[in-house]
């Protein structure tokens, strides 16, 4: 088994591995008709006459728009589909994409992009700055309903009326063809990572006015501007993208395409892996793991995010803190990471675990409640007294009156070993839990609408900010899945938005999870790894701690060579922050 630190993340205080941008067409959009897409051979290794690298990063994607997706599978496809103003490179150093440079006025409020010369569509037509400034418009449509919308352009200049459905009153300006300049209400120090963020992708206006919301399901239809292009969707199957000849760096993509299977059961990815049908998988069968540790091909690897659950905070019980709080306290979290999750996985004691960057440059987690961890993961049997003296001040004593509560989970990974955990961990306290399996597809949606007791949920940091996460349970988040909602929790938030001063900024951010964590808001459970299997034939290709594979600039070698490589990007100069992508709530496996 290979392991790898997160050094990067205590180097660099943003980090951002969505390099992601979306497309349309300006005749309404059909790839077909001016890209000679190929289909591409079947053919895991390369030895054809073209080269395809076929993978398995998850099954059908609930969405591939930019806009709307909040999942990391889908995230991984938009990573290679499209580029957004700025990327971030293996480094984790934040660096030119689309836009060739940008400024930062004195006080921090404007910036401007300024775009490279030539820039195209994956249909060949011209992207413009104002392909941009549509695009994140559209972002702030309330029709459009984008979860990410106030994480990622609540400080600019006129949102409030944006979102209302005044989309004009955004602060997004093209001053021309090539530069894009953005007004904040208030300065936002990370901002280059959001430009670097998948939601805020260029979507082309046509297209999208020709095929409404199903352009972004369709090969026809949906145009982008990234490395590759989506040249063929099979649902259910595998979304085959090819080389994007329009693509400003084309010439350092060795690649001819990347086929995506959209495999959901871990078995199946792990038989076309043995066979060489595919070459990297993401989903890997867990009773596997034992046998697979010290293999060359077996990956671990730290990414920042959580494995928590979410109560339905608009139900009762879960309207009782005690009744939260005794629920959280009776998980032994040891247990289920290092056993049930067999150290794929990291206990968690708090809700932002390791990765994420304060304001003085260290770990977010070592300056939280003042250095202490909020649950003692060592001691669970007094947790689980403490728990069942909650329950029984709730008026639940042994469970006694409690009504039946019910878990949705899908099933992958670790997530049912987990559901059928706390059955009995939570039986212990009195609680009558039934499991609910619901497939990956109706999953994201159900818990997003908030029809479910209790459900296994997670993110994955865009960026090494620690608002990226802490956001989501400000009231209004639209990743918001347990409808937390608490006035001091938002002041907190809204404060760590607008000052000026890291010190007030990082007491306010620490403030926020103190309350959340007092309130039971959610239930952190385990910090993710990524763990996978991947062919040494593959070449050039990189991990980021955001739980992104980057394949654009890889190549396929018969003889294998090290699977961690430099990306090409014919001397792209790194600049200024360093970030990631898509929070990303988790995919199927890794939320």
Not at 461 to 478: F, V
Request: hydrophobic fraction near 35%; aromatic fraction near 10%; charged fraction near 25%.
């Amino acid at each position: 088994m290979k392991k790898k630190v997160i050094a990067l993340l205590l180097a660099t205080t943003m980090a951002f591995s969505l390099a992601a941008c979306g497309g349309g067409n300006n005749q309404g959009g059909d790839n077909s008709s001016s890209q000679n897409g190929t289909e591409g051979t079947d053919n895991a290794g390369g030895g054809s006459e073209e080269k395809i690298l076929s993978v398995q990063i998850g099954p059908d994607p609930e969405t591939i728009d930019p806009a709307l997706n909040s999942a990391v599978d889908g995230g991984n496809m938009l990573l290679h589909s499209f580029e957004c103003l700025l990327t971030v490179g293996e480094d984790g150093q934040l660096t030119e994409g689309q836009a060739e440079s940008w400024d930062t006025s004195e006080d921090g409020l404007t910036w401007t992009f300024h775009l490279r010369d030539g820039l195209k569509w994956s249909d060949g037509s011209d992207l413009t700055a104002n392909d941009f400034v549509y695009s994140w418009k559209r972002v702030c449509d309330p029709e459009v309903a984008a979860p990410y919308a106030e994480t990622v352009l609540g400080m600019v200049e006129g949102y409030d009326k944006a979102i209302e459905g005044e989309l004009d009153a955004l602060q997004v300006k093209a001053e021309d063809d090539k530069t894009l300049v953005v007004t904040l209400s208030s300065p936002c120090t990370y901002f280059g990572s959001l430009a670097a963020f998948a939601t805020l992708s260029p979507v082309q206006e046509a297209t999208i006015e020709a095929n409404g919301d199903g352009w972004a399901t369709s090969a026809e239809t949906y145009i982008s501007n990234g490395s590759f292009y989506v040249s063929e969707w099979v649902p259910g199957s595998h979304i085959l993208m090819s080389k994007n000849p329009n693509y400003w760096n084309a010439d350092a993509i060795k690649l001819d395409g990347i086929k995506f299977n959209l495999i959901e059961d871990a078995n199946a990815s792990y038989s076309a892996y043995q066979t060489g049908e595919v070459l990297m998988i993401k989903d890997v069968p867990t009773e596997e793991i034992p046998s697979l540790e010290g293999n060359d091909d077996y990956y671990v690897d730290p990414i920042i995010g959580t494995y928590y659950l979410s109560l339905n905070l608009n139900r009762e019980p879960f309207t009782d803190k005690n009744v939260r709080k005794a629920l959280s306290l009776a998980i032994d979290r040891d247990y289920v990471a290092n056993t049930l999750m067999q150290g794929t996985y990291s206990p968690a004691s708090n809700f932002m675990g390791p990765g994420w960057i304060d304001t003085d440059g260290k770990e977010f987690m070592e300056n939280a409640n003042g250095g202490q961890p909020y649950i003692d993961i060592s001691n669970h049997e007094a947790n689980l007294e403490e728990a069942k003296k909650l329950l029984k001040e709730a008026g639940y004593e042994n469970g006694e009156g409690l009504p039946s509560i019910t878990y949705s989970t899908n099933d992958t990974g670790y997530h049912k070993v987990v559901a059928e955990y706390l059955q009995e961990a939570w039986a212990e306290l009195g609680v009558d839990l039934k499991v609910d399996i619901v497939e990956w597809a109706s999953f994201t949606p159900m818990r997003r609408n908030g029809d479910y007791d209790v459900s296994r949920n997670g993110w994955v940091g865009d960026y090494s900010d620690p608002s990226n996460m802490l956001d989501l349970l400000y009231s209004t988040n639209g990743n918001n899945d347990g409808k937390f909602n608490n006035a001091d929790y938002d002041a907190a938030m809204e404060l760590s938005r607008t000052t000026l001063d890291p010190v007030e900024r990082s007491t306010a951010l620490h403030e926020a999870e103190d309350i959340l964590m007092e309130e039971t808001g959610c239930v952190p459970v385990a910090y993710y790894n990524d763990f996978w299997l991947q062919s040494d034939k593959i070449t050039g290709s990189w991990h980021s701690p955001y739980g992104y594979w980057h394949f654009m600039y890889a190549d396929i070698t018969e003889g294998g060579a090290d699977t961690e490589g430099t990306e090409d990007t014919e001397g792209t100069e790194d600049t200024e922050g360093t970030e990631d992508a898509e929070g990303t709530e988790d995919t199927e496996e890794a939320e």
